[in-house]
């Protein structure tokens, strides 16, 4: 199955390409096959919740502890990335995707409720893809308290089954 651009994805999907820009040179799906990847996308860089998303990540040791690579992903350009990056000592890439193609194509662009107000823009999500490439969970519209733990339970489950 693959998803048209701006649909949710869902388990069992094929995982959208992409090659992007990022904080340690050029990243592709490709580059992670045979491997469990994390791709976060958040909204803009040095924010509030996404600074304790991206700090939850890098503190939760998930590459170590249960072998998947994590990815961060938002619109913000390169430069903007590795300052965020370099700050907060963040130890996996950042992609940038200023022209959101691949952030849509994830389904991660829409409409959103930002303090009552109905907005256009990126959608805190995350995904788990397998190592084949597909997509094992998409999670949209997510809150930052205990996201990076409810990742973590679970991929642990997916690597039990």
């Not at 389904?107 to 997509?135: D, H, M, V, W």
């Not at 969970?137 to 679970?154: D, F, Q, T």
């Amino acid at each position: 199955m693959k998803a048209s651009v701006g649909q949710k994805l869902q388990a069992g999907d094929e995982a959208p390409d992409f090659q992007l820009h990022s904080t340690e040179g050029i990243k592709a799906l490709a580059d992670f096959k045979g491997e469990w990847l994390v791709l976060y996308v958040y909204p803009k860089d040095d924010t509030p919740g996404c600074t304790q998303e991206s700090c939850d990540f890098r503190d939760s040791q998930l590459n170590q502890s249960l072998a998947a690579q994590v990815l961060g992903l938002s619109g913000d350009d390169l430069a903007s990335h590795q300052g965020f990056a370099n700050k907060y000592r963040l130890p996996f890439p950042l992609l940038s995707d200023p022209e959101l193609k691949v952030i849509k194509a994830y389904g991660a662009y829409g409409e959103k409720n930002f303090y009552g107000k109905l907005t256009e823009g990126i959608l805190r999500s995350s995904f788990i893809i397998t190592p084949q490439g597909k997509i094992a969970e998409a999670m949209y519209n997510i809150k930052v308290a205990g996201h990076v733990e409810r990742i973590i339970k679970r991929l642990e489950e997916l690597k039990q089954a």
